[in-house]
């Protein structure tokens, strides 16, 4: 899986591209993230406290309440990273 440190990341990346990495790690290819999958995606992606920032993000981001990420929920999910986070995002 792609190692990438979002806060010293060199260059901003498009909304797309954020969605992009994060859909990578959803390895049953339900088109949903799970928890676990959020997790190693954070873990993957060089946060620290992965397991806590997956629950506040599918607190966060997760609209209908089915404790999963789906592809409609993945922009809020982008939005709460850049604001909590640092993602750079253009």
Same mark, same amino acid.
């Given at each position: 899986m792609?190692?990438?440190t979002?806060?010293?990341?060199? @260059?901003p990346?498009?909304?797309?591209?954020?969605?992009?990495?994060?859909?990578?790690?959803?390895?049953?290819?339900?088109?949903?993230?799970s928890?676990?999958?959020?997790k190693?995606a954070f873990r993957?992606m060089?946060l620290? @406290?992965?397991g806590?920032?997956?629950?506040?993000?599918?607190?966060?981001a997760d609209a209908?309440?089915?404790?999963?990420?789906?592809e409609?929920?993945?922009s809020?999910?982008v939005?709460?990273?850049?604001?909590?986070?640092? @993602?750079?995002?253009?």
């Amino acid at each position: 899986m792609p190692h990438w440190t979002p806060k010293s990341s060199s @260059f901003p990346l498009s909304e797309e591209q954020v969605k992009g990495l994060l859909s990578r790690y959803d390895t049953n290819r339900d088109g949903r993230l799970s928890k676990d999958e959020l997790k190693r995606a954070f873990r993957g992606m060089g946060l620290r @406290f992965s397991g806590w920032r997956a629950s506040r993000a599918l607190r966060h981001a997760d609209a209908n309440g089915d404790h999963y990420i789906s592809e409609d929920e993945l922009s809020e999910l982008v939005k709460y990273a850049h604001s909590k986070w640092g @993602f750079r995002i253009n």
